[in-house]
């Protein structure tokens, strides 16, 4: 099996593992979790409350499409998870979301609020700025605007381990799309390090230490070489070059996470552009190609605008998420018009995560004794 497939579907990012928490017919939530760092990300706020609450404590930022409800309305239930966790929690979404959040949680009281309730900070994406806004628990989740920053690329957050970036694109409304990274970790290959006869000593963990801290750049690294059999001191001046000739090569993964966007020229063009030379693509597939009016009218997706996608991007797995509820009883039929092509493999949801309620013929009887009572 191709090795980048592999890794997608064994899971093998370095540190995330895409977790899809919701079923082909429930509302969306992605959860990424940052392995061994454990601050977990979120990406749309759909069904989830049947997460438990320990994996819902340890989520850390929020990436939402749009506000409409089926993305969103599940912040009332995380965040009567972790309000008491004195923590703040980052949104990021599309203009409007900050006042999307105050209302929703303006619904109910909160005259017990306390000094280390969880706060919200919200990161509102416009096309060359971001607007951040502050929803504080102890002050009853009422906003305030901070700060405005300037965007000049499509990356909105970047850390030592992974960077996010985003396109807006039309759903009626702004919807945003979302492309997440794996960053490359620090590595040195065994055989360069041979043949350039070093040493092992404590310099390796100062020279991991400096690559994690993002300071190669700052003076020079004294390293270990093996010298007729005693390992001798060199100083390295350019550390990041030394980098660069040692290093692992690696091949970082990446997810592209698309929902609710209509298939226009302008929409196919920011996905391109994005979602270039993706791993795995989590996409939306709203319809079957026979309701490609529906489609065009809710600016949503149908099975023959997600193989054309595929065709474009030729990620290595494609998870197709998010079918109208009209197809509840015919699940199959849309994933059966998904044509991957050559090298992209389909990866299949269950229906719902968490089981439908019986009907009540669908409800075992119990074995009913005759009565020798009337005998
Ligand atoms: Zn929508």
Request: net charge negative; hydrophobic share 35%.
């Amino acid at each position: 099996m191709h090795r980048r497939l592999r890794n997608v579907l064994q899971r093998n990012f370095h540190f995330l593992e895409p977790t899809f928490v919701a079923g082909l017919l429930d509302d969306p939530v992605l959860l990424l979790r940052n392995h061994p760092f454990g601050d977990n990300l979120l990406f749309d706020c759909g069904q989830l409350h049947h997460l438990a609450k320990r994996i819902l404590k340890r989520i850390d930022t929020i990436f939402i499409s749009h506000a409409h409800m089926d993305h969103f309305a599940g912040m009332t239930t995380l965040t009567r998870n972790i309000l008491v966790a004195p923590k703040t929690v980052d949104l990021y979404g599309p203009a409007g979301l900050s006042e999307r959040l105050e209302h929703l949680l303006a619904g109910f009281d909160w005259n017990l609020s306390e000094d280390f309730w969880c706060s919200f900070r919200v990161h509102e994406i416009d096309q060359n700025s971001v607007r951040h806004f502050l929803l504080p628990g102890p002050d009853r989740f009422r906003r305030r605007f901070e700060d405005e920053t300037e965007r000049h690329d499509s990356i909105i957050l970047r850390n030592r381990q992974l960077q996010v970036g985003t396109a807006l694109c039309d759903h009626k409304i702004p919807s945003a799309i979302y492309r997440i990274d794996e960053l490359p970790s620090f590595g040195l290959d065994p055989e360069k390090m041979a043949s350039m006869r070093l040493a092992h000593g404590q310099w390796i963990q100062t020279f991991k230490d400096r690559f994690k801290q993002g300071e190669l750049e700052n003076g020079p690294l004294t390293v270990l070489v093996e010298a007729d059999g005693a390992p001798q001191e060199r100083l390295i001046d350019d550390v990041p070059a030394f980098y660069q000739q040692l290093k692992l090569e690696q091949q970082p993964l990446s997810i592209g996470y698309v929902t609710d966007v209509g298939f226009t020229k302008e929409n196919r063009e920011k996905i391109g552009s994005l979602l270039h030379g993706i791993d795995l693509l989590i996409c939306e597939c709203s319809y079957i190609a026979a309701d490609v009016d529906k489609a065009r009218e809710s600016h949503h997706l149908c099975s023959t605008d997600l193989n054309q996608l595929m065709t474009e991007l030729l990620p290595s797995c494609v998870m197709p998420i998010h079918l109208s509820k009209l197809y509840t009883d015919n699940c199959q039929q849309v994933l059966q018009e998904l044509q991957p092509p050559d090298g992209c493999h389909l990866l299949q949801l269950p229906e719902r995560i968490v089981p439908r309620p019986l009907l009540p013929n669908e409800i075992p009887l119990p074995e009913i004794k005759p009565d020798r009572g009337n005998d």
